[in-house]
C-alpha cells in the first residue's frame, strides 16, 4: 500500500518586545527564576491586562510580509486548562477572530522546486510559565518568568507532504521573522518553536487521517527525524492492522522516537470564551499604513534583485538573503566601490564565512567591517593585489588590523606588475632550470606549473599571476 503524508506545522514565534503582551514585565532571557513575573501575568484578583501595543503592530508586520489578511478587529479569549506552570488556570489568546488571517506563502525546496504552503492564521497569545525538572530532587520548581511573554502562533495548512518539505517551511518561517526584525529566532531559547501535527492517508484519498501532535521542537533536524520517525510508526500500526490515536506526542532526541504525553485536546476541551477584561482589538487603516511604511525589503524581493541586477548566481542569493544582516552587510561591502557585487558575494561567502564557521562566531561579532573588506577587495581588483595577497590581507584585518593600504604597505605585500622585474625573475629560474627547460620545450607541458611555482617562489608570492602566466608561455617557446 502506499501512503501519503500529511503535516501542518503550528510556530510559535516569541515576539522581540522588550515587555510582555499584557504587562510591563521584563521579557529578557536569562533572569533568576520568578523575578519577572507581574501581578498581571499571574492574574491575581484586581488587576487588568492592557494590550502591548508593540505587539500588535509586529503581528502586523507579519500580515504584510506574508500577503496574509488581517482582522481589522479581533478578539481575545481565555484558553482554560490547568498546568504546574499556568497558575491561573487560563491563556490569554486568540480564537474565533484572530489578528492575521489566511495567506500562503512559497518556499523553494532543496531540490528547486518551489511550494505553496497556506497559512491558516496567526494570533496573538501569552506564553505560559516553564516546570523545572533538575533543580530539586525528586520534585518539581515552577520559573513563571515566561508567563506572559507575547508569542506569535503561525498555523499552517497541512500542505506538506514530507520532512523535507517541513523543514523548509520552517526554515523560511525562521529567516522571514527574524528578516522583518519580529523575533530573534533563538531556538536554543525557545524563541522559535514548532509543533508539527503528522497524519498519513492513501496515495490518493483525500480524507484527512488521524492526526498526532509532536510538541516544542526547537530544532529543524529534531523538526526532520521527528517527522520522518512518526510517519514510520503511523504506518507500522496501519499495516499491522491498528488505529492511530489522536494524541499529543513529545519527541525524545536521546531515543530518537516519540512517546505520548497525552490525549490530544480539541477546541472544545479548553471551553474558549472571550476574555471579559479585554476589549475587541480594533486596528484602523492608518496603523496598518504606518506600520507597512517601516517594511524592509522582503527576501524574495531582495534574492531576485541580487539575481537581476547584481548578477548574483541564484544560489549565492539564496544564502546571502538568509538572513537580514548578511544581506545588509553583503551591500555596503560594495557600496561606493567600482568592482562586480559579484566579487564580494565570493568574499563573503567564501573567505568571510568560512573563517566565522572555522572560528564559531556569528557575523555581528566578525573583526572585519563590510568597508573594510570592500577594500581589501577593490585593492584586489585593481591588480595592487593578488587573490592570495588578499588573503594575508584579510588574516590581518581578522586579527584585528584595518586600515588595508597601511597592511600592505608594512608587511610589503603589493603586488609585482612591472613587466622588466617578472622577466628577470623568468630568466633566472630558466637559467636555473636548464633540464626543465629542455623537457618542456620537448612537449612535457605539465611542467608549466614548475616554472610558475619557481618565479612566484623567487617573488616570494608578488608576481602578478596573470602577467606571470601570459609571459612565461610566451618565454618558454622553443
Known amino acids: 500500500m502506499t501512503w501519503e503524508t500529511v503535516i ?224 514510520e510508526r503511523q504506518i507500522d500500526i496501519l499495516e499491522s492492522g491498528g488505529k492511530i490515536t489522536q494524541e499529543t506526542r513529545l519527541y525524545d532526541a536521546d531515543r530518537d522516537e516519540t512517546r505520548s504525553m497525552r490525549s490530544k485536546e480539541e477546541a472544545n476541551d479548553y471551553r474558549y470564551f472571550p476574555d471579559p477584561d479585554l476589549p475587541p482589538l480594533v486596528i484602523d487603516d492608518a496603523f496598518i499604513e504606518s506600520v507597512r511604511s517601516t517594511m524592509p525589503e522582503l527576501p524574495t524581493a531582495r534574492r531576485a534583485r541580487f539575481v537581476e541586477t547584481l548578477d548574483i548566481p541564484a544560489i549565492d542569493a539564496q544564502a546571502l538573503c538568509a538572513d537580514r544582516q548578511t544581506a545588509d552587510y553583503f551591500e555596503a561591502v560594495f557600496a561606493g566601490q567600482s568592482f562586480a557585487p559579484r566579487l564580494a558575494a565570493n568574499w563573503v561567502l567564501g573567505e568571510l564565512y568560512g573563517r566565522m564557521n572555522k572560528e564559531d562566531v556569528v557575523l555581528a561579532d566578525v573583526p572585519v567591517s563590510a568597508a573594510g573588506l570592500g577594500t581589501l577587495i577593490a585593492r584586489v581588483d585593481d591588480g595592487t593585489l593578488s587573490g592570495k595577497l588578499g588573503k594575508q590581507v584579510f588574516d590581518a584585518m581578522w586579527s584585528g588590523e584595518q586600515d588595508v593600504d597601511a597592511i600592505i604597505e608594512a608587511r610589503g605585500l603589493k603586488q609585482i606588475s612591472d613587466t622588466g622585474a617578472i622577466e628577470a625573475m623568468i630568466d633566472e629560474v630558466m637559467a636555473a632550470n636548464p633540464s626543465q627547460l629542455e623537457e618542456y620545450r620537448a612537449g612535457k607541458e605539465k611542467l608549466l606549473s614548475f616554472f610558475v611555482g619557481a618565479v612566484m617562489k623567487a617573488s616570494r608570492g608578488k608576481a602578478n599571476p596573470a602577467q606571470l602566466n601570459q609571459m612565461l608561455r610566451e618565454k618558454l617557446k622553443p
Not at 62 to 84: C, D, E, H, M, Q
Not at 159 to 186: K, P, Q
Open 8 to 231: 501542518g506545522l503550528e510556530i510559535h514565534a516569541q515576539l522581540a518586545t522588550r515587555s510582555k503582551i499584557f504587562s510591563a514585565a521584563s521579557t529578557a532571557f536569562g533572569a533568576e527564576p520568578n523575578t519577572q513575573a507581574s501581578a498581571v501575568d499571574l492574574g491575581l484578583p484586581g488587576v487588568l491586562p492592557v494590550v502591548n501595543r508593540e505587539v500588535v503592530r509586529m503581528a502586523v508586520r507579519f500580515a504584510l510580509a506574508t500577503g496574509a489578511s488581517i482582522t481589522k478587529r479581533s478578539v481575545f479569549a481565555r484558553k482554560n486548562y490547568f498546568y504546574p506552570d499556568l497558575p491561573k488556570g487560563y491563556q490569554i489568546s486568540q480564537m474565533a477572530f484572530p489578528i492575521v488571517g489566511e495567506g500562503s506563502i512559497s518556499v523553494t525546496l532543496p531540490d528547486g522546486e518551489v511550494k505553496v504552503v497556506g497559512l491558516t492564521r496567526a494570533h496573538l497569545e501569552e506564553d505560559a510559565g516553564k516546570s523545572v525538572h533538575d533543580l530539586f530532587e525528586g520534585n518539581t520548581a515552577i520559573d513563571l518568568n515566561r508567563a506572559g511573554t507575547p508569542l506569535l502562533e503561525i498555523v499552517s495548512e497541512p500542505d506538506m507532504r514530507s520532512a523535507t518539505e517541513a523543514v523548509a517551511y520552517a526554515r523560511f518561517m525562521h529567516s522571514l521573522v527574524r528578516y522583518i526584525e519580529i523575533c530573534d529566532g533563538n531556538m536554543q531559547e525557545g524563541s522559535f518553536r514548532c509543533d508539527a501535527n503528522v497524519s498519513i492517508r492513501q496515495k490518493g484519498s483525500e480524507t484527512l487521517g488521524t492526526r498526532t501532535e509532536i510538541k516544542n521542537l526547537n530544532s529543524f533536524r529534531f523538526l526532520e527525524r521527528a517527522i520522518d520517525f512518526e510517519v
